[in-house]
Each structure stands twice: as structure tokens, then as C-alpha cells.
């Protein structure tokens, strides 16, 4: 069973950046899509951004488009999301998560994911 970790979150002012991390332990993360979503207080959990299990593709939110970048790397069994120019809209609670299909598209909803990391809170003041 895949276990996902998220690492790198913290409190940042308007305009810094961040790099979140998303490791996995239990099997490679390789053949499958990850994404991230994040969950701001009182709010639904929304999509941010995902890359697909080859890596050649990857899909962002209209809202993070130009300032964020999601990286795999199948070697450390990681991916990343890179966040700049970090705004206060951006605070919330960031969850990687995955499927359980290889080689599976995934979309943006939350329901085509079965594995959720506990996720890590990213703080941006103004």
C-alpha cells in the first residue's frame, strides 16, 4: 500500500516562494498521475495542478497558471511543486495524491484519487 508524505510548507509573505514535496514509500510512483489539491479553511478542497504518469504532460488551475510548476522525479520517487509569487488567496492545506490504476489518466477531481497524503499548510501573509 503507497503511503504519500508532504513536506515544505510553512508561513511566507505575498511575493515569496515555496517548493513543496510529495514523497511516496510502499511502491513507485512512476507509472501513475499525481496531483495537488489544496483546502483553504471553511472551503471545498480544490484542484491545483497534476502531471501525468509519463511526465510530459501537465495541467494547472487558471488561478496558479504562470506561477506554480509540478516536477516528478521517478528516481527519488518524489514530485514537487515549485510556488511562486505566492499570494494570500494561496493559503490553504496542500495534498498530493494519487490512483491506484498504472498508467491511468487521471483528471481534476478529487474522487478520481485514491491515495491522499495528510498534506502540509502553507501560510502567505499580505
Known amino acids: 500500500q503507497v503511503q504519500l508524505v508532504e513536506s515544505g510548507g510553512g508561513l511566507v509573505q505575498a511575493g515569496d516562494s515555496l517548493r513543496l514535496s510529495c514523497a511516496a514509500s510502499?511502491?513507485?510512483?512512476?507509472?501513475?498521475?499525481v496531483a495537488w489539491f489544496r483546502q483553504a479553511p471553511g472551503k471545498e478542497r480544490e484542484f491545483v495542478t497534476r502531471i501525468t504518469w509519463s511526465g510530459r504532460n501537465t495541467y494547472y488551475a487558471d488561478s496558479v497558471k504562470g506561477r506554480f510548476t509540478i516536477s516528478r522525479d521517478n528516481a527519488k520517487n518524489t514530485v514537487a511543486l515549485q510556488m511562486n509569487s505566492l499570494k494570500p488567496e494561496d493559503t490553504a492545506v496542500y495534498h498530493c495524491?494519487?490512483?491506484?490504476?498504472?498508467?491511468?489518466?487521471?483528471?481534476?477531481?478529487?474522487?478520481?484519487?485514491?491515495?491522499w497524503g495528510q498534506g502540509t499548510q502553507v501560510t502567505v501573509s499580505s
Open positions: 510502499g511502491r513507485s510512483l512512476s507509472p501513475y498521475a
Open positions: 495524491a494519487t490512483g491506484t490504476s498504472p498508467f491511468s489518466a487521471l483528471g481534476s477531481a478529487t474522487y478520481e484519487y485514491d491515495v
